[in-house]
């Protein structure tokens, strides 16, 4: 079974849940999650085929931006570049799709200063162009599944349950989008225990790592190093 997860949508949810029961204070403390086991559990198989979709990033220019923007971008890629290479480590498919936006956020009421958040943009067009494209050559009764909260994928929903797909809903129980869940048909929640069980599996598998090989090799000091090897494999799309 093929299971399509939204990446930011789901990071989102872990980095909820791991501050809620302190284990973490920013989402860059999550070094490692075991993403395989708990889709296998979820979904009652050994062998899920997992698609992971995140944005393509880039560099914010300085002069463009301001500093304090660009060096946050720099420490994202660096981020990212760490985190794909550990779910790739599993298996999955990491799928790199839309880009990075950067906008002005509302101004602080006492203060006034604006800052700029970043947004991802089309990363779940992609997802849903996919979604459809596997029912079209699929046989009928194809079963899929969506790690997902995210409502702008009913419309794809609807297109491939047309096709004669069975789609799978599944998502953290405190984030359930019953609009999406119900357009499936059938899902499934993730407890906070789940995702806490499985982050500690990521942490021992981390550290069994190290044990056996000495410490697991750093991010390099500059992020621009983690910027133009993403570049030399994947080019553009980097």
């Known amino acids: 079974m093929k299971v399509y997860v939204d990446g930011e949508n789901f990071i989102h949810s872990l ?77 999955v498919e990491v799928v790199r799709a839309g880009h990075l936006k950067i906008r002005e956020a509302f101004p602080c009421p006492q203060c006034g200063h604006v800052r700029s958040v970043f947004q991802e943009k089309g990363v779940d067009v992609r997802l849903a162009v996919d979604l459809v494209l596997e029912a079209d050559g699929a046989p009928e009764g194809v079963n899929m599944a969506i790690f997902s909260s995210d409502s702008d994928l009913i419309p794809a929903v609807h297109a491939v349950k047309a096709k004669g797909a069975r789609v799978k809903n599944i998502a953290p129980e405190h984030l359930l989008n019953l609009g999406l869940a119900r357009t499936c048909g059938e899902w499934q929640i993730i407890t906070d225990q789940q995702f806490l069980k499985y982050y500690k599996r990521g942490q021992k598998s981390l550290t069994e790592a190290e044990g056996e090989s000495g410490p697991v090799p750093a991010q390099p000091e500059s992020p621009l190093e983690v910027i133009q090897s993403e570049k030399e494999a994947y080019g553009d799309e980097a």
């Open 15 to 91: 980095s909820d849940v791991l501050r809620k029961h302190g284990k973490i204070k920013t989402r860059s403390d999550i070094k490692a999650f075991d993403l395989l086991g708990l889709c296998q559990e979820a979904l009652g198989t050994r062998e899920p085929e997992i698609l992971y979709y995140t944005t393509k990033l880039r560099e914010a220019e300085e002069d463009t931006h301001g500093k304090d923007v660009a060096d946050k971008s720099k420490e994202i890629i660096a981020w990212v570049s760490g985190w794909n290479t550990m779910l790739m480590e599993q298996g």
